[in-house]
């Protein structure tokens, strides 16, 4: 992919983690967008943070993140720490008044998701991004356009595939929804232009005696508008790494397909490379999601998955929590959608 010559200011911001997702950020802005400029980055990890703070050309590091976010040489904030960090980091940034791209989850719960969309609407303008990057995935795109044209007619229903490769280590059920499923709610809502209003979970152990761990998880979705929906969250399908989506319509279908390496056929075998991690599979996706949000910081206009859609995933993933635990279907009731999320 090009490098971005936008004309426009550079921005300067700051990374909180330095992980896997922290690091490839930190790398993507610093080597793909070059209105971008890394000053600042925190992590409690001394080692990890130095390596990726001289790979950046980073001026700033913290042990403590708040004085990042506090940093008058910080002017935007890309939030990849640990999940369970998320809302605070986010509603430190919104109190500072600065753009903040947050990893998905925005938070572990539905009610915390809200106190950010509520801040948010407070100061009367949008400041948070949801890393919900599969919006930014060529294939994704397509399906969500030539389902919006029309084209296809009305959406009867969501499939959604999810199948992690297995060197995950055992996932309770809170951690599969809010950490993995969620991009797969995600995707439902914003692919089929509508809300999910009951779930139905259901799952696999990874053990008879650890009832609270999901190896495998299907989730049934019931939409507002009547269509129906389906999902499989695998955490350890021993593989490889595949996501996919297809959405039926009245008048055909629209799928997308991770496979996208070279068929090879050698000696009475036909293979293709199945892709490791979400890092491999969604690679670009990962560049255009930090160089629309970079553009958007620079414009002072913000776009992509809001704290909304963070919330609203989160609200669909407790009821997916509920459901599983409960063994029964449960109901969700979304709340009416503040004016500052509508998008054009
Ligand atoms: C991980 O945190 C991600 O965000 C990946 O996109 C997802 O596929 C994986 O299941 C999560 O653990």
């Known amino acids: 992919m090009?490098?971005?010559?936008?004309?426009?200011?550079?921005?300067?911001?700051?990374?909180?983690?330095?992980?896997?997702?922290?690091?490839?950020?930190?790398?993507?802005?610093?080597?793909?967008?070059?209105?971008?400029?890394?000053?600042?980055?925190?992590?409690?990890?001394?080692?990890?943070?130095?390596?990726?703070?001289?790979?950046?050309?980073?001026?700033?590091?913290?042990?403590?993140?708040?004085?990042?976010?506090?940093?008058?040489?910080?002017?935007?904030?890309?939030?990849?720490?640990?999940?369970?960090?998320?809302?605070?980091?986010?509603?430190?940034?919104?109190?500072?008044?600065?753009?903040?791209?947050?990893?998905?989850?925005?938070?572990?719960?539905?009610?915390?998701?809200?106190?950010?969309?509520?801040?948010?609407?407070?100061?009367?303008?949008?400041?948070?991004?949801?890393?919900?990057?599969?919006?930014?995935?060529?294939?994704?795109?397509?399906?969500k356009q030539i389902m919006d044209s029309g084209a296809l007619g009305k959406a009867l229903a969501f499939h959604g595939t999810h199948i992690n490769g297995g060197t995950l280590s055992w996932r309770t059920v809170e951690d599969v929804v809010t950490n993995s499923a969620v991009h797969d709610l995600h995707s439902a809502r914003w692919l089929m232009g509508d809300e999910i209003v009951r779930v139905f979970a259901s799952y696999v152990p990874y053990s008879a005696d650890r009832p609270d761990t999901a190896r495998l998880m299907l989730i049934q979705l019931q939409f507002r508008g009547g269509a129906v929906g389906r999902i499989e969250c695998n955490m350890e399908a021993g593989y490889g790494y595949e996501v996919d989506v297809k959405l039926t319509g009245e008048r055909g279908s629209a799928e997308t397909n991770s496979l996208r390496s070279a068929v090879v056929r050698h000696q009475n075998q036909r293979g293709q490379w199945v892709e490791e991690d979400w890092l491999q599979r969604f690679d670009t996706a990962?560049?255009?999601?930090?160089?629309?949000?970079?553009?958007?910081?620079?414009?002072g206009v913000a776009d992509g998955p809001s704290a909304w859609d963070g919330f609203a995933s989160m609200l669909v993933a407790d009821a997916c929590i509920a459901s599983a635990r409960s063994g029964q279907p449960v109901d969700v009731a979304?709340?009416?959608?503040?004016?500052?999320?509508?998008r054009a």
Not at 26 to 51: H, P, Y
Not at 125 to 133: S, Y
Not at 334 to 342: G, L, S, T, V
């Open 286 to 299: 990962y560049i255009d999601e930090v160089r629309a949000w970079i553009r958007s910081v620079q414009l």
């Open 2 to 143: 090009s490098n971005d010559k936008s004309s426009l200011r550079p921005v300067r911001f700051g990374v909180i983690g330095t992980g896997g997702m922290g690091g490839r950020h930190a790398r993507n802005l610093t080597n793909e967008v070059a209105a971008a400029q890394v000053v600042a980055l925190a992590d409690v990890d001394e080692a990890r943070l130095q390596a990726v703070a001289a790979a950046c050309g980073a001026a700033h590091t913290f042990a403590d993140a708040a004085e990042l976010i506090r940093h008058p040489d910080v002017e935007a904030v890309l939030v990849a720490a640990p999940d369970r960090f998320h809302a605070a980091l986010t509603a430190a940034c919104i109190e500072a008044g600065k753009p903040v791209l947050c990893e998905k989850p925005l938070a572990l719960s539905a009610a915390e998701a809200l106190r950010i969309v509520e801040a948010e609407v407070a100061g009367g303008r949008r400041l948070v991004q949801v890393g919900l990057m599969r919006e930014y995935d060529p294939a994704h795109l397509r399906v």
């Open 334 to 342: 979304m709340p009416e959608m503040a004016d500052i999320y509508r």
